[in-house]
């Protein structure tokens, strides 16, 4: 049973940088999965990006390749969303979770322990 928390989000203008913590109450394993979806009004949850807890393998959606980095620190149970380069597409809530695959998923369906998000808005 996880929980996540996320935070860091604001106002930032186009072409500014923001970066997310989420902090999980209860245990991440070594296989799981972290992840970073948003959401926008009227718009399907999207994949971010993720991270292997164990190795820290990442991947990272289309739009934002290039322009965020996924970490964590496992220690701390935390991962972080740096984000850069911000575009006005990029406002949406962002949400944290985890997911038990084994693979790789990039459906929100598959992840757990979302928190309430923390709102990005990119103004031009």
């Known amino acids: 049973q996880v929980q996540s928390a996320e935070s860091g989000g604001g106002l930032v203008q186009a072409g500014g940088s923001l970066r997310l913590s989420c902090v999980v109450s209860?245990?991440?394993?070594?296989?799981?999965?972290m992840g970073w979806f948003r959401q926008a009004p009227g718009k399907e949850r999207e994949f971010v990006a993720a991270?292997?807890?164990?190795?820290?393998?990442?991947y990272y959606g289309d739009s934002v390749k290039g322009r965020f980095t996924i970490s964590r620190v496992n220690a701390e149970n935390a991962v972080y969303l740096q984000m850069n380069d911000l575009k006005v597409e990029d406002t949406a809530v962002y949400y944290c979770?985890?997911?038990?695959?084994?693979?790789?998923?990039?459906?929100?369906?598959?992840?757990?322990?979302w928190g309430q998000g923390t709102q990005v808005t990119v103004s031009s």
């Open positions: 979770g985890l997911s038990k695959s084994i693979y790789i998923d990039y459906r929100p369906s598959s992840y757990d322990g």
């Open positions: 209860g245990t991440i394993y070594s296989s799981d999965i």
């Open positions: 991270i292997f807890w164990r190795l820290g393998k990442t």
